[in-house]
């Protein structure tokens, strides 16, 4: 990798239990083991605005960097109920749930930087679907400038 080349900004997004968790720790396990930098970052931020505007909430995020990829892991709410450990959190209850996958599955309609992602694959598949994609948008973007989130009224 030239010095000058950048990395990819990369997120995952998705109901409670739909592996996110799972997916970054291997991810970056993939990255590093093939000697590209990752580092794996975390905001579980769900009190500050829940049940806001949600134009309002979005304009603070206006100039920041914005994410050469997004995965949507989409979760079907009996299957996410179903795994291990649902209902443990303040937010895994079905209606907020539901809201939360309205929420993320509109932005991957408007988003064209949004790649939906069948989270009742196998661990294994999505690993291997994710890591593929992954390689190749950092390859996409090395010699390409960051680009800034501008939101406008959803």
Known sequence: MNPLQRGAL???EGVDRSGKSTQCRRLV????????????????????HTGMDMNWCMQPENGLPKPDLVFLFKLN??????????????????????KVSQTFSHFAEVEDNWKVIDASKTKDEIETQLLELVLRRISEVADTELTNLQFSVY
Do not use: C, H, M, W
């Open 29 to 48: 396990k993939n990255l590093l083991s093939r000697n590209i930098k990752a580092e794996l970052l975390g905001f579980p931020d769900r009190t500050k």
């Open 10 to 12: 990369i997120v995952i």
């Open 77 to 98: 709410q009996k299957e996410a109920a179903e795994r291990n450990g649902f209902g443990d959190e303040r937010y895994e209850n079905q209606a907020t749930q539901l």
